[in-house]
């Protein structure tokens, strides 16, 4: 019942990893390098893991050579979730021959696993598969160690090289690619994990290990791919955006008549810089960061900007960044692009909170908003 179990979710995170591929592929729009990658780290595991169900339901050929014939899909996985990686943060200089050298150590495991079952076939009698055995357990080290080198350093562009990718954090805080690092890595262990059991003569270790991968295909086909198109939308809209964005505080109160006067000068000085330099789009912009930026006291700034509209400085930025919203939302050329990518690159860093403040501001959801516009 158990291994019943296991197999079940095998097999649906094989359709699952099949199925993305094949939307994926007949989404034009998004097939680029980078879906590519991803489409292909997916295959790859989803070829392996239907490898393992075929294995397990003993739905394999009686043919001698066919029967041995087992693919190390699991390796390429690695390389490819590498090149997906490097092309997503946009830092291809780190690619260097790594998917050369990975489709020729690929091809190399093939050659050799293909000369071991002929040198079995027709040499030895009885077929015995002992040499074939030893073999696989071999090569699955050698893949282990390829994976554990791929996977440092994967981690090491990620949380040591974040020099490398500061572009790339204006429009994503990749915090889902460090989950899904730390994710693999559990994964992994679960794989090494394996492979010591299975050297002691059991197996059950690698269900462990793929109903974690089945899990993975999942985590990684749609967080990659909504992810990225989320990501290019936002670079595509941010080229479209005009520069008029200074504009977006159109409906707010009159400087002149609500402010005091003492604070007038300053208020233009505050204002003046965050719309200039477009500051309320960044999503990570907070008071400190102003008060650095403009060597004034934070009491100070806040006590202006509550005399100028009795918004605090949250709501004053919020507002901004609304406004901002709604010229998106109102105007044709930019229907082809989400709702969730417009509040994103109009410095919200969620859905919920854009969505959130959207109703605050305007009393109607953003798609309500774009509706009636």
């Known amino acids: 019942m158990g291994i019943t179990f296991f197999n079940y979710i095998l097999i649906a995170g094989v359709i699952q990893g099949f199925v993305f591929n094949v939307v994926t592929l007949f989404n034009k729009k998004s097939l680029v390098k980078v879906i590519i990658y991803l489409n292909l780290t997916v295959l790859f595991l989803s070829l392996n893991n239907l490898q393992a169900w075929l294995i397990d339901v003993g739905f394999s050929s009686n043919l001698f050579f066919?029967?041995?014939?087992?693919?190390?899909?699991?390796?390429?996985?690695?390389?490819?979730?590498?090149?997906?990686?490097?092309?997503?943060?946009?830092?291809?200089?780190?690619?260097?021959?790594?998917?050369?050298?990975?489709?020729?150590?690929?091809?190399?495991?093939?050659?050799?696993?293909?000369?071991?079952?002929?040198?079995?076939?027709?040499?030895?009698?009885?077929?015995?598969?002992?040499?074939?055995?030893?073999?696989?357990?071999?090569?699955?080290?050698?893949?282990?160690?390829?994976?554990?080198?791929?996977?440092?350093?994967?981690?090491?562009?990620?949380?040591?090289?974040?020099?490398?990718?500061?572009?790339?954090?204006?429009?994503?805080?990749?915090?889902?690619?460090?989950?899904?690092?730390?994710?693999?890595?559990?994964?992994?262990?679960?794989?090494?994990?394996?492979?010591?059991?299975?050297?002691?003569?059991?197996?059950?270790?690698?269900?462990?290990?793929?109903?974690?991968?089945?899990?993975?295909?999942?985590?990684?086909?749609?967080?990659?791919?909504?992810?990225?198109?989320?990501?290019?939308?936002?670079?595509?809209?941010?080229?479209?955006?005009?520069?008029?964005?200074?504009?977006?505080?159109?409906?707010?109160?009159?400087?002149?008549?609500?402010?005091?006067?003492?604070?007038?000068?300053?208020?233009?000085?505050?204002?003046?810089?965050?719309?200039?330099n477009n500051r309320f789009l960044d999503p990570h912009f907070s008071l400190d960061k102003l008060c650095e930026e403009l060597n004034m006291s934070s009491s100070h700034i806040s006590k202006i900007i509550n005399n100028y509209n009795d918004f605090n400085f949250s709501d004053y930025i919020n507002a901004l960044r609304i406004e901002q919203a709604k010229k998106l939302l109102s105007d044709d050329s930019f229907n082809k692009y989400t709702i969730v990518t417009i509040g994103l690159e109009c410095g919200f860093n969620s859905k919920s909170t854009f969505y959130t403040a959207f109703k605050k501001f305007t009393f109607l959801t953003p798609s309500q908003f774009r509706s009636k516009n």
């Open 66 to 276: 066919i029967k041995n014939l087992l693919i190390p899909w699991y390796m390429m996985m690695f390389p490819m979730f590498y090149l997906f990686l490097v092309n997503y943060l946009r830092v291809k200089k780190q690619i260097k021959n790594i998917l050369k050298g990975s489709i020729l150590f690929f091809l190399l495991q093939i050659l050799i696993r293909i000369s071991l079952i002929l040198y079995v076939l027709y040499t030895k009698e009885g077929r015995s598969t002992l040499i074939i055995e030893n073999y696989t357990s071999i090569e699955e080290i050698c893949n282990a160690a390829f994976g554990l080198f791929i996977i440092f350093k994967s981690s090491y562009l990620v949380f040591k090289q974040r020099e490398l990718y500061n572009h790339i954090q204006t429009y994503d805080d990749i915090k889902w690619i460090k989950f899904f690092l730390i994710l693999g890595g559990v994964i992994f262990l679960f794989w090494i994990f394996a492979i010591i059991m299975n050297s002691m003569g059991d197996k059950w270790a690698y269900y462990l290990l793929r109903l974690g991968t089945s899990f993975l295909l999942y985590w990684i086909g749609y967080q990659g791919f909504y992810r990225y198109n989320i990501l290019r939308n936002r670079i595509l809209l941010r080229r479209s955006i005009t520069n008029n964005t200074r504009q977006a505080n159109g409906s707010r109160k009159d400087i002149s008549s609500q402010l005091l006067e003492k604070y007038q000068d300053d208020f233009n000085t505050i204002n003046n810089y965050i719309l200039k």
